[in-house]
């Protein structure tokens, strides 16, 4: 028992000092050093790691995690950024060993905006200029854009994502799906369909002149349109026809029987049913004989 003693006595003696010991236990390393871009409505996923002792002990020593996103037990930055921007912030770990290590790293997350593309077609009508450009918000630029299901005639920019052209058929209703993709990390894409049409030409008058007509002879002639959207109305814009005659608001057909030799001049004009509506008039000249 006295040999026992001895040593015991050491230990307890010895204890003050291993207590004191300042010895700094050694830091903690943390990985990955840098983060993964976000963006914004996209969900974020990264997982941190250190050498200590588990459990470890998560936190945020300095900064702001962006909003919407969280550092979990497990040393997970998860969630869904809510707000682009650039945010910096400090990770501090702690192991469960004693003494306790630590260690701390900065990071920093850029939360890229979510890109959205709006197509935004207009009708467009043949044989006529056409000229329409997307709405484009966020993402990164230089863009790159593409498009399915243009008419013959139109094709669209890949780097402005302008569409152009001149239309050569009609159609009443196109789908078309325009694509645009960014060049962020990660990178992002973005679609809208749409619909619009391609409408006839604007209507047209094609009769060039009337023929004469004669006093107590009736008289029949009909003013020709083309293209536009039927059914027309017709009018007589300015001007007056020959006494006897009148103009069909429905057909454009002149008729009736001249009452005065002489000559009238007059503007025929004629609308179409279309949305918008197109138009057109034309001048004419009547000779009644005696």
Request: hydrophobic share 40%.
């Amino acid at each position: 028992m006295k040999a026992l003693a001895k040593p015991l006595v050491r230990f307890w003696l010895l204890m003050p000092a291993l207590l004191l010991c300042s010895c700094p236990a050694p830091r903690l390393e943390l990985a990955p050093v840098e983060l993964e871009n976000g963006v914004e409505g996209w969900n974020y996923r990264e997982q941190l790691v250190s050498e200590g002792r588990p459990p470890l002990r998560w936190s945020i020593s300095q900064g702001d995690l962006p909003p919407g996103l969280i550092l979990n037990d497990g040393g997970e930055l998860v969630g869904t950024p809510r707000q682009p921007g650039d945010y910096p912030f400090t990770v501090r770990v702690r192991d469960s060993s004693f003494p306790a290590r630590t260690g701390t790293q900065n990071y920093a997350i850029t939360i890229l905006p979510r890109l959205r593309i709006t197509a935004n077609l207009p009708n467009g009508r043949v044989l006529e200029p056409y000229a329409a450009t997307p709405a484009l918000e966020g993402g990164v630029p230089p863009y790159t854009f593409e498009a399915i299901g243009l008419p013959a005639g139109l094709g669209i920019n890949s780097e402005t994502g302008t569409i152009s052209g001149v239309p050569l058929t009609p159609h009443a209703a196109l789908r078309v799906d325009v694509r645009v993709s960014d060049s962020g990390q990660p990178q992002q894409t973005a679609t809208d369909t749409d619909f619009f049409a391609i409408k006839n030409q604007a209507i047209q008058i094609v009769t060039s002149d009337l023929p004469p007509g004669q006093v107590g002879v009736a008289y029949n002639q009909a003013v020709v349109a083309e293209n536009g959207q039927p059914p027309y109305r017709w009018a007589v814009s300015d001007g007056l026809l020959p006494g006897g005659l009148r103009l069909n608001t429905v057909t454009g057909v002149i008729s009736g029987t001249p009452t005065a030799a002489g000559t009238s001049t007059f503007t025929i004009s004629v609308v179409d049913s279309d949305n918008p509506a197109t138009s057109d008039a034309a001048v004419f000249t009547i000779e009644i004989a005696p």
